[in-house]
């Protein structure tokens, strides 16, 4: 994702922090009390600029979305168009997603969406995959029994790996699409990425996966 500089990000976080929430640890087991209502949680690691949340949280306004990402001078402009959307069933948080079993406590969370993450192609570099050992433990732990993990990504290389790992921890495939707009789900809500890469053509893959298959 390019990040420029933006001079006014700080300043924009502490007026918004109604949206981007600072602190979020301290929501932890609380997160409906912050949406005020007892709809499941969904969240999104790597939100990027915003368009997936915004669009998900029109087409479900009774799931409380969470986007998460790292960036701030990205998650700002996420922020204005959850503004401009008007939704109120989304909220921010600018954090390494390293850190989410400090932000949900155990089962808080529905579904967990990863989009498009970085696939850091060096060997060396796995531990920073969204979806290698110690994320996937960090996802079960804050994943009701029911809750799904929904991958998506371009990346073919990522992808193999990524059902390589999940299945290595023992999660059950549910549903794996080497070229997911050919099954035209009309839910599919596209990220900003995904408009990139399928306009070149490329495919774009998606598994959607459970930590406990009964
Ligand atoms: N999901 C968006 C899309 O599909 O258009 C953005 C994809 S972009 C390739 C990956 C995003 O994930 C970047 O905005 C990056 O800052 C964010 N990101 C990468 N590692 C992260 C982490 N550990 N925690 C939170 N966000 C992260």
Redesign the pocket.
């Known amino acids: 994702?390019r990040?420029r500089n933006k001079p006014w990000a700080d300043d924009f976080l502490r007026e918004n922090s109604d949206l981007v929430i600072p602190n979020p640890d301290q929501y932890k087991s609380k997160w409906h009390e912050l949406f005020g209502n007892d709809n499941p949680i969904h969240v999104?690691?790597?939100?990027?600029?915003g368009?997936?949340i915004v669009g998900m949280a029109k087409q479900f306004p009774n799931i409380n979305f969470i986007g998460?990402?790292?960036?701030k001078s990205?998650?700002v402009t996420a922020a204005q168009k959850v503004q401009e959307s008007e939704q109120t069933n989304i909220k921010l948080i600018q954090?390494?997603?390293?850190n989410l079993n400090e932000i949900f406590a155990t089962n808080e969370v529905s579904t967990v969406y990863?989009?498009?993450?970085?696939p850091w192609p060096k060997n060396r570099h796995e531990k920073?995959r969204?979806t290698s050992h110690s994320?996937l433990e960090r996802y079960e732990n804050i994943l009701h029994p029911e809750g799904q993990l929904i991958f998506?990504t371009d990346n073919r290389g990522l992808f193999e790996y990524s059902l390589v790992s999940f299945s290595r921890f023992g999660m059950l495939l549910e549903e794996v699409s080497l070229d997911l707009h050919q099954l035209a789900d009309p839910t599919n809500i596209m990220?900003?990425?995904?408009?990139?890469f399928s306009a070149k053509g490329q495919p774009i893959h998606r598994c959607k996966a459970v930590f406990r298959g009964e």
Request: no cysteine; glycine share 6%; proline share 0%.
């Open positions: 994702m990040q999104e690691i790597g939100t990027g600029k368009q997936f998460i990402e790292l960036a990205v998650i954090e390494n997603a390293e990863l989009n498009f993450s970085d920073r969204l994320f998506k990220t900003e990425y995904e408009e990139k």
